[in-house]
């Protein structure tokens, strides 16, 4: 009698996740487009801010990188680097990723005229 009621409650489990992950998937999934990169998360930008950091080291354009944080909106590129920076130090960044983002802090700040 009671392996019956385990096997009633596992099939109705994967009843239920099947039919779940199939309203889910395929009759109303989630439709994101048109998002801005602004609407990023605080851990994403900061990423990318290293990024662009990481590609400045290998380039040293400091006009290329503007151009790369300006997607995130109409704060300035020195701006919206030290945002990150400042994440990265709030949140246990490494040493060395630390040292890039303060690095292009500090291109960006020239090259704008900031200071």
Same mark, same amino acid.
């Given at each position: 009698?009671?392996?019956?009621?385990?096997?009633?409650?596992?099939?109705?489990?994967?009843?239920?996740?099947?039919?779940? $992950? =199939?309203?889910?998937?395929?009759?109303? #999934?989630?439709?994101?487009?048109?998002?801005?990169? &602004?609407?990023? *998360? /605080?851990?994403?930008?900061?990423?990318?801010?290293?990024?662009?950091?990481?590609?400045?080291?290998?380039?040293?354009?400091?006009?290329?990188?503007?151009?790369? $944080? =300006?997607?995130?909106?109409?704060?300035? #590129?020195?701006?919206?680097?030290?945002?990150?920076? &400042?994440?990265? *130090? /709030?949140?246990?960044?490494?040493?060395?990723?630390?040292?890039?983002?303060?690095?292009?802090?500090?291109?960006?700040?020239?090259?704008?005229?900031?200071?």
């Amino acid at each position: 009698m009671t392996s019956n009621r385990w096997l009633f409650i596992i099939l109705a489990l994967l009843a239920g996740i099947g039919i779940g $992950l =199939a309203y889910g998937w395929v009759f109303d #999934p989630v439709d994101f487009f048109d998002l801005t990169p &602004d609407t990023l *998360r /605080a851990d994403y930008k900061a990423d990318y801010v290293l990024m662009t950091a990481e590609a400045y080291r290998a380039e040293q354009d400091p006009g290329l990188a503007a151009r790369r $944080l =300006a997607i995130f909106g109409t704060q300035s #590129p020195s701006a919206i680097a030290a945002e990150g920076l &400042d994440y990265a *130090r /709030a949140n246990g960044f490494s040493d060395a990723d630390i040292a890039l983002m303060q690095e292009l802090v500090t291109a960006l700040q020239a090259w704008s005229g900031i200071r």
